[in-house]
Protein backbone atom coordinates (compact mmCIF):
# COMPACT_ATOMS: atom_id res chain seq x y z
CA UNK A 1 0.00 0.00 0.00
CA UNK A 2 1.26 3.27 -0.98
CA UNK A 3 1.44 5.79 2.11
CA UNK A 4 2.58 8.61 3.53
CA UNK A 5 2.80 8.85 7.54
CA UNK A 6 3.77 11.80 9.11
CA UNK A 7 5.33 12.41 13.10
CA UNK A 8 2.71 13.10 15.91
CA UNK A 9 0.78 16.42 17.17
CA UNK A 10 3.62 19.32 18.36
CA UNK A 11 2.96 21.74 20.99
CA UNK A 12 5.64 24.72 21.48
CA UNK A 13 6.74 27.84 22.31
CA UNK A 14 7.63 30.59 19.89
CA UNK A 15 10.66 30.82 19.16
CA UNK A 16 11.02 26.86 19.37
CA UNK A 17 12.51 25.35 16.43
CA UNK A 18 11.29 22.21 15.13
CA UNK A 19 11.18 19.73 12.35
CA UNK A 20 8.49 17.24 11.60
CA UNK A 21 8.66 14.10 9.51
CA UNK A 22 6.67 12.65 6.69
CA UNK A 23 7.91 8.83 5.64
CA UNK A 24 6.78 7.50 2.29
CA UNK A 25 6.69 3.71 1.84
CA UNK A 26 5.14 1.22 -0.38
CA UNK A 27 6.77 3.21 -3.52
CA UNK A 28 10.02 4.51 -4.92
CA UNK A 29 10.13 7.26 -2.99
CA UNK A 30 13.23 8.96 -4.80
CA UNK A 31 11.37 9.32 -8.40
CA UNK A 32 8.18 11.11 -6.88
CA UNK A 33 8.55 14.83 -5.29
CA UNK A 34 7.18 15.38 -2.14
CA UNK A 35 4.98 18.29 -1.30
CA UNK A 36 3.78 20.23 1.97
CA UNK A 37 0.47 22.08 2.32
CA UNK A 38 -0.39 24.24 5.14
CA UNK A 39 -4.03 24.44 6.57
CA UNK A 40 -4.68 26.62 9.07
CA UNK A 41 -7.31 27.20 11.78
CA UNK A 42 -10.66 27.15 9.64
CA UNK A 43 -8.71 28.00 6.45
CA UNK A 44 -8.17 26.93 3.11
CA UNK A 45 -4.78 25.01 1.86
CA UNK A 46 -1.90 26.38 0.83
CA UNK A 47 0.91 25.14 -1.12
CA UNK A 48 4.50 25.53 1.04
CA UNK A 49 7.07 23.92 -1.20
CA UNK A 50 7.86 20.37 -2.47
CA UNK A 51 11.11 18.39 -3.00
CA UNK A 52 12.71 16.15 -5.41
CA UNK A 53 14.27 13.18 -2.85
CA UNK A 54 15.96 11.73 -5.70
CA UNK A 55 18.63 15.05 -6.06
CA UNK A 56 16.80 17.20 -3.11
CA UNK A 57 15.89 19.59 -5.76
CA UNK A 58 13.29 21.88 -4.02
CA UNK A 59 11.07 24.46 -5.32
CA UNK A 60 9.28 27.15 -2.23
CA UNK A 61 6.22 28.99 -2.78
CA UNK A 62 7.74 32.53 -2.47
CA UNK A 63 5.51 32.97 0.27
CA UNK A 64 6.92 30.52 2.40
CA UNK A 65 10.64 30.84 1.43
CA UNK A 66 12.79 32.25 4.16
CA UNK A 67 10.14 30.55 6.77
CA UNK A 68 10.65 27.36 6.38
CA UNK A 69 12.84 24.65 5.07
CA UNK A 70 12.25 21.75 3.16
CA UNK A 71 14.73 18.79 3.03
CA UNK A 72 14.41 15.04 2.48
CA UNK A 73 16.53 11.53 3.38
CA UNK A 74 16.65 9.29 0.51
CA UNK A 75 17.94 6.45 2.41
CA UNK A 76 14.93 6.42 5.14
CA UNK A 77 12.10 7.51 2.38
CA UNK A 78 11.38 10.84 4.45
CA UNK A 79 10.96 14.18 4.07
CA UNK A 80 11.27 16.82 6.37
CA UNK A 81 9.29 20.36 7.53
CA UNK A 82 11.60 22.28 9.40
CA UNK A 83 11.28 25.58 11.48
CA UNK A 84 14.25 27.80 13.44
CA UNK A 85 12.37 29.93 15.25
CA UNK A 86 8.48 29.39 15.05
CA UNK A 87 5.97 31.97 15.54
CA UNK A 88 1.92 32.11 16.79
CA UNK A 89 0.96 32.29 13.07
CA UNK A 90 2.08 29.07 12.57
CA UNK A 91 -0.50 26.89 14.37
CA UNK A 92 -1.60 25.00 11.38
CA UNK A 93 -1.91 21.72 10.31
CA UNK A 94 0.73 20.34 7.84
CA UNK A 95 0.48 17.62 5.43
CA UNK A 96 2.44 16.46 3.29
CA UNK A 97 1.71 15.14 -0.18
CA UNK A 98 2.74 13.20 -3.21
CA UNK A 99 1.65 13.93 -7.07
CA UNK A 100 0.43 11.18 -8.92
CA UNK A 101 3.15 11.47 -11.81
CA UNK A 102 6.66 10.29 -11.33
CA UNK A 103 9.57 12.48 -12.01
CA UNK A 104 7.25 15.73 -12.58
CA UNK A 105 6.09 18.38 -11.08
CA UNK A 106 4.56 20.60 -13.46
CA UNK A 107 1.14 21.15 -14.93
CA UNK A 108 -0.89 18.08 -14.92
CA UNK A 109 0.46 16.67 -11.99
CA UNK A 110 -2.13 16.37 -8.81
CA UNK A 111 -1.24 15.53 -5.15
CA UNK A 112 -3.05 12.28 -4.74
CA UNK A 113 -1.16 10.64 -1.74
CA UNK A 114 -1.70 12.65 1.33
CA UNK A 115 -0.03 12.51 4.76
CA UNK A 116 -2.53 12.51 7.86
CA UNK A 117 -1.68 15.63 8.73
CA UNK A 118 0.40 17.16 11.76
CA UNK A 119 -0.89 19.28 14.09
CA UNK A 120 0.97 22.31 15.09
CA UNK A 121 -0.03 24.41 17.88
CA UNK A 122 2.54 27.23 18.72
CA UNK A 123 1.32 29.17 22.00
CA UNK A 124 3.10 30.86 25.15
CA UNK B 1 -5.68 35.28 0.02
CA UNK B 2 -6.49 33.04 -3.18
CA UNK B 3 -5.96 33.54 -6.62
CA UNK B 4 -8.56 31.25 -7.33
CA UNK B 5 -12.19 31.97 -5.89
CA UNK B 6 -14.81 29.87 -5.05
CA UNK B 7 -18.09 30.51 -3.60
CA UNK B 8 -17.43 29.77 0.17
CA UNK B 9 -20.75 27.53 0.50
CA UNK B 10 -23.01 25.56 -1.47
CA UNK B 11 -26.02 23.31 -0.48
CA UNK B 12 -28.42 20.63 -1.79
CA UNK B 13 -30.81 17.96 -1.04
CA UNK B 14 -30.39 14.49 -1.56
CA UNK B 15 -30.76 13.31 -4.97
CA UNK B 16 -29.53 16.57 -6.32
CA UNK B 17 -27.25 18.18 -8.24
CA UNK B 18 -24.98 20.74 -7.06
CA UNK B 19 -22.41 22.55 -9.01
CA UNK B 20 -19.29 24.47 -7.66
CA UNK B 21 -17.29 26.68 -9.29
CA UNK B 22 -13.77 27.98 -9.38
CA UNK B 23 -12.41 31.17 -11.10
CA UNK B 24 -8.97 31.76 -11.90
CA UNK B 25 -6.82 33.50 -14.59
CA UNK B 26 -5.10 33.48 -17.83
CA UNK B 27 -1.69 31.76 -15.32
CA UNK B 28 -3.72 29.20 -14.16
CA UNK B 29 -6.92 27.50 -15.11
CA UNK B 30 -6.80 29.85 -18.61
CA UNK B 31 -3.57 27.30 -19.51
CA UNK B 32 -3.40 24.98 -17.48
CA UNK B 33 -5.36 21.97 -15.74
CA UNK B 34 -7.49 22.13 -12.77
CA UNK B 35 -8.00 19.50 -10.16
CA UNK B 36 -10.47 19.28 -6.97
CA UNK B 37 -10.04 18.34 -3.76
CA UNK B 38 -12.26 16.90 -0.85
CA UNK B 39 -11.72 17.11 2.44
CA UNK B 40 -14.00 15.50 4.84
CA UNK B 41 -13.93 16.95 8.48
CA UNK B 42 -11.15 16.24 10.72
CA UNK B 43 -9.39 14.21 7.45
CA UNK B 44 -6.74 14.60 4.80
CA UNK B 45 -7.88 16.13 1.53
CA UNK B 46 -8.20 13.50 -1.49
CA UNK B 47 -8.13 13.90 -4.97
CA UNK B 48 -11.35 13.95 -6.76
CA UNK B 49 -10.59 15.48 -10.14
CA UNK B 50 -7.28 15.59 -12.33
CA UNK B 51 -6.54 17.16 -15.22
CA UNK B 52 -9.73 18.77 -15.58
CA UNK B 53 -12.03 16.24 -15.96
CA UNK B 54 -10.27 12.84 -15.24
CA UNK B 55 -11.62 10.84 -12.37
CA UNK B 56 -8.88 9.09 -10.14
CA UNK B 57 -9.85 5.07 -9.49
CA UNK B 58 -12.69 4.90 -7.04
CA UNK B 59 -14.02 8.04 -7.21
CA UNK B 60 -17.51 7.69 -7.96
CA UNK B 61 -19.10 8.69 -11.15
CA UNK B 62 -21.23 10.82 -9.50
CA UNK B 63 -18.13 13.26 -9.25
CA UNK B 64 -17.57 15.01 -12.45
CA UNK B 65 -15.44 17.70 -13.87
CA UNK B 66 -15.17 20.72 -16.18
CA UNK B 67 -13.14 23.40 -17.30
CA UNK B 68 -14.18 26.37 -19.96
CA UNK B 69 -11.54 29.58 -20.49
CA UNK B 70 -10.26 30.68 -17.05
CA UNK B 71 -13.11 28.86 -15.06
CA UNK B 72 -13.39 25.30 -14.04
CA UNK B 73 -16.31 23.69 -12.55
CA UNK B 74 -17.21 20.34 -9.92
CA UNK B 75 -20.80 19.16 -10.69
CA UNK B 76 -21.75 16.43 -8.33
CA UNK B 77 -25.05 14.62 -8.78
CA UNK B 78 -26.97 12.06 -7.07
CA UNK B 79 -26.29 14.57 -3.71
CA UNK B 80 -26.06 12.10 -0.92
CA UNK B 81 -25.36 12.67 3.20
CA UNK B 82 -21.74 11.15 2.84
CA UNK B 83 -20.60 14.27 0.20
CA UNK B 84 -20.86 17.22 3.28
CA UNK B 85 -17.39 18.08 2.72
CA UNK B 86 -15.23 20.93 2.19
CA UNK B 87 -14.33 20.81 -1.93
CA UNK B 88 -10.99 23.36 -3.12
CA UNK B 89 -10.20 23.71 -6.61
CA UNK B 90 -6.42 23.56 -7.37
CA UNK B 91 -4.16 23.97 -10.38
CA UNK B 92 -0.84 24.91 -11.19
CA UNK B 93 0.07 28.73 -11.67
CA UNK B 94 2.82 29.68 -14.25
CA UNK B 95 3.55 32.93 -12.15
CA UNK B 96 4.24 30.75 -9.11
CA UNK B 97 6.12 27.97 -10.75
CA UNK B 98 3.58 25.60 -8.22
CA UNK B 99 0.21 24.86 -7.30
CA UNK B 100 -2.62 26.99 -6.06
CA UNK B 101 -5.95 26.37 -4.02
CA UNK B 102 -9.33 28.30 -4.04
CA UNK B 103 -10.41 29.16 -0.88
CA UNK B 104 -12.39 26.14 -0.60
CA UNK B 105 -16.37 25.68 -0.82
CA UNK B 106 -18.38 23.94 2.39
CA UNK B 107 -20.98 21.86 0.98
CA UNK B 108 -23.95 21.36 3.27
CA UNK B 109 -26.62 18.48 1.82
CA UNK B 110 -29.60 19.26 4.03
Known amino acids: EVQLVQSGAEVKRPGESLKISCQGS????????IGWVRQMPGKGLEWMGI????????RYNPSFHGQVTISADKSISTSYLQWSSLRASDTAIYYC?????????????????WGQGTVLTVSS | QSVLTQPPSASGTPGQRVIISCSGG????????AFWYQQLPGTAPKLLIH???QRPSGVPDRFSGSQSGISASLAISGLRSEDEADYYC???????????FGGGTKLTVL
Open chain 2, 90 to 100: AAWDDSLSGVI
Open chain 1, 51 to 58: IYPGDSDT
Open chain 2, 51 to 53: RNA
Open chain 1, 26 to 33: GYNFVTYW
Open chain 2, 26 to 33: SSNIGRNY
Open chain 1, 97 to 113: ARPNVQYNWNDGAAFDI
